[in-house]
Nanobody, 119 residues
Framework: VQLVESGGDFVQPGGSLRLSCVAS????????MRWYRQAPGTGREYVTS????????QYADSVKGRFAVSSDSAKNTVYLQMNSLKPEDTAVYYC?????????????WGRGTQVTVSS
């Protein structure tokens, strides 16, 4: 199982970015996919989660209305579209997958991608 994030960049306030999380070793269609972020000197913060099979998506209040999660089954990829970015969105963004293997839940992390929002 592997998760590889990409798409992080330096962007001005009000700008947009789209992060990608390419998964291998399992299907994103049957996993619970989450995004977290971690700003310098802080703990890892939950951003959003989606269950494609369960047709369910949730967002942290801090990003609701600005961020949107989506997926592409053919590419086995989950995306995080981030709009109206603010300096406080600056963080390393991590993809997390909850996958049932051998009848139990297993959780996997990517290495993260840096997002910097600054003027």
């Amino acid at each position: 199982v592997q998760l590889v994030e990409s798409g992080g960049d330096f962007v001005q306030p009000g700008g947009s970015l789209r992060l990608s999380c390419v998964a291998s070793g399992f299907s994103v269609d049957y996993a619970i996919m989450r995004w977290y972020r971690q700003a310098p000197g802080t703990g890892r913060e939950y951003v959003t989660s989606t269950s494609i099979a369960g047709n369910s998506t949730q967002y942290a209040d801090s990003v609701k209305g600005r961020f949107a999660v989506s997926s592409d089954s053919a590419k086995n990829t989950v995306y995080l579209q981030m709009n109206s970015l603010k300096p406080e969105d600056t963080a390393v963004y991590y993809c997390n997958a909850g996958v049932v293997l051998a009848s139990k839940w297993n959780y996997y992390w990517g290495r993260g991608t840096q997002v910097t929002v600054s003027s």
